[in-house]
């Protein structure tokens, strides 16, 4: 069956670390994977999206991954600051028609 | 400002009692669809809509209408309530070309008793 997993648990970090967060994807050959942040009782806001054929991308302090070897995108946030904490989802192309899969999310709480 | 927007933010109502959720968004977005978020299930399609008079099935249909008669707007219908359809709900567009980005609107908090 198809399954889009992050981490159930609650990512805590120090502030000005790094958080890296994994989507793994089973099932899936999304042509392109993206990154929501959605902050509690509020909908999810797009951040960022790669595409099968780019290895890396940022913007700004966020950098994601994709191998569609390993069917892994990792998201990473560089020197984490409080106002990052926030609850994080994949969201791949499940079918080829714009019909996004999400995973569940992974929370990150950036600790002061 | 673009944006999606939805009514009402919160609703309790009781079993039977036929609702409806408005979503409408001013960006001349093409693709609509709709989302349930449950605890631990993440969000799920109910249903999408392509374009205008073309709608279907997301992966939870059941129990929910849509209908799709102008680009902007996007109503959920429960024509029939039941207290396994209290969630939080979320309608979303985006322009439907390969890559794009949807835009979520902020929630309908539905309490079904």
């Known amino acids: 069956s198809q399954k889009i997993e992050q981490n159930s648990e609650a990512l805590n970090i120090q502030e000005g670390k790094t958080a890296t967060l994994t989507c793994n994807y089973t099932n899936y050959s999304p042509a392109y994977l993206q990154w929501y942040r959605q902050d509690p009782g509020r909908g999810p806001v797009f951040l960022l999206l790669i595409r099968e054929n780019e290895k890396e991308k940022r913007k700004e302090r966020l950098k994601v991954t994709f191998d569609t070897t390993l069917k892994q995108s990792l998201f990473h946030i560089t020197a984490s600051q409080p106002a990052d904490s926030a609850t994080y989802l994949c969201a791949l192309d499940g079918d080829g028609n714009n019909r996004l899969a999400f995973g569940k999310g992974n929370q990150v709480v950036v600790i002061p | 400002e673009a944006q999606v927007t939805q009514n009402p933010r919160y609703l309790i109502t009781v079993t039977g009692k036929k609702l409806t959720v408005t979503c409408s968004q001013n960006?001349?977005?093409?693709?609509m669809s709709w989302y349930r978020q449950d605890p631990g299930l993440g969000l799920r399609q109910i249903y999408y809509s392509m374009n205008v008079e073309v709608t279907d099935k997301g992966d939870v249909p059941e129990g929910y209408k849509v209908s799709r008669k102008e680009k902007r707007n996007f109503p959920l219908i429960l024509e029939s309530p039941s207290p396994n359809q209290t969630s939080l709900y979320f309608c979303?567009?985006?322009?439907?070309?390969?890559?794009?980005?949807?835009?979520f609107g902020p929630g309908t908090r539905l309490t079904v008793l």
């Open positions: 979303a567009s985006s322009s439907g070309q390969t890559y794009n980005e949807q835009f």
């Open positions: 960006m001349n977005h093409e693709y």
